[in-house]
């Protein structure tokens, strides 16, 4: 069965970076483009980026331009987020998603 | 950027009563291949969000039947014939047609 596996939660300081996986399975990885969508605190959805796994091709939501990168090892799977200069505001769960099939969720906390 | 707005914001409904969700896209949802990409999702308290329905009317592998998706162009409808326990939760339009990606506000939905 499809599923999208991530990486544990994190707590970062502010200005620091936070890198997340997502391990997929269950199907061709390379078939599906890999979005990032994060929930903040009792607040809705929000897409940040999206990666084409078997060309490398990235696309990222204006707001997180220039923070955000998204990455993939293609030999194990595995989909990466990594934003930088965190602040308070980036507090939220960051969930991969295929579109029909969503990750778990990584809560990541900027705290001082 | 393509806006999706939901109505309304928050429903209260007797089991066994049918419920209606709208959500309205600021541009056509409907692609030159004749597609039109506006998704359901439903998020559980605590839960990553699971599709329902995806282009307008199509039910996701195991969505119960009484779910069920309808419109075209900017205007579509969510409906539940009879509302059960378990459908309780935030109930989430999306449109995937651009990037970015954009959600509705949610609907939060609970038993009377």
Partial sequence: QVQLVQSGAEVKKPGASVKVSCKASGYTFTSYDINW???????????????TPSSGNTGYAQKFQGRVTVTRSTSIGTAYMELSSLTSEDTAVYYCSRGDFWGQGTLVTVSS | DIVMTQTPLSLS????????????????????????????????????????IYEVSNRFSGVPDRFSGSGSGTDFTLKISR????????????????????????????IK
Wanted: aromatic share 12%.
């Fill in chain 1, 37 to 51: 969508v994060r929930q903040a605190p009792g607040q809705g959805l929000e897409w940040m980026a999206y990666m």
């Fill in chain 2, 13 to 52: 409904v007797t089991p066994g009563q049918p419920a209606s969700i709208s959500c309205k896209s600021s541009q056509s949802l409907r692609h030159s291949d004749g597609k039109t990409f506006l998704y359901w999702y439903l998020q559980r308290p605590g839960q990553s969000p699971q599709l329902l």
């Fill in chain 2, 83 to 110: 509302v059960e326990a378990e459908d309780v939760g935030v109930y989430y339009c999306m449109q995937s047609i651009e990037t970015p990606w954009a959600f509705g506000q949610g609907t939060k939905v609970e």
